[in-house]
Structure formats: C-alpha cells, structure tokens
C-alpha cells in the first residue's frame, strides 16, 4: 500500500500560483492510480483531478479544468499538481490519494496540505 505525504501548500494571492507535490512511499506506486481532493471548511471532501498509473490519461473537476494539472513521476513515486490562477474558492485542504488496481475507491490517504488563497 502506498503512503502519500503532501507537500507545498501555503498563502498565495489570488491569481497566483502553487505547485502541490505527494511523496509515495511502497512498493506497488505504479499499479496505483492516483489523484488530488480537496476540502473547504464547512464543506465536503470534493475530487480535484486524477492521472492513471502511466499517467497517459488525466480527468478534473470542472471547477479546475484549464487551470490545475497534474503530473507524475514513476521513478520518483512522485504525483504533482500544478495549480495557476487560484481563486479564493481554491481555498482548502489538499488531500493525495491512491486508488489500487481494481479497487472502487480511493484507499490511501495522505495528511493533507493547507493552501490559502487571498483575494
């Protein structure tokens, strides 16, 4: 089982830029197909985006599309999410997960990572 560590996260302006990375340990990362979710005070846990293990293919939220992506690095076990133009509604806790090969749902989870957005 993979175990994401986020990283990255902080206070930016809005219209400003952050770069979110996931370290994850074990030694099956590359069967995982990983993602980024997010949660607002007050609000539910939402989906950001996800990459599949080769990372050939990657889906968002509708509220990120255009300005969010996602990266990984297999020989790093590494997951990136590049996000440009934040909006104060970008503002939440940042959550890496792993979903293993031929499970439903996301079953590794990281501590999460505070970012800020100023308006």
């Known amino acids: 089982q993979v175990q994401p560590v986020e990283s990255g996260g902080g206070l930016v302006q809005a219209g400003g830029s952050l770069r979110l990375s996931c370290a994850a340990s074990?030694?099956?990362?590359?069967?995982?197909?990983m993602g980024w979710f997010r949660q607002a005070p007050g609000k539910e846990r939402e989906f950001v985006a996800r990459i599949s293990r080769s990372g050939g293919s990657t889906a968002y939220a509708d509220s990120v599309r255009g300005r969010f992506t996602i990266s990984r690095d297999n020989a790093k076990k590494m997951v990136y999410l590049q996000m440009n133009n934040l909006r104060s509604e970008d503002t939440a806790v940042y959550y890496c997960?792993?979903?293993?090969?031929?499970?439903?749902?996301?079953?590794?989870w990281g501590q999460g990572t505070q970012v800020t957005v100023s308006s």
């Open positions: 074990g030694r099956t990362f590359n069967s995982y197909v």
């Open positions: 997960a792993g979903r293993q090969q031929g499970a439903d749902d996301f079953d590794s």
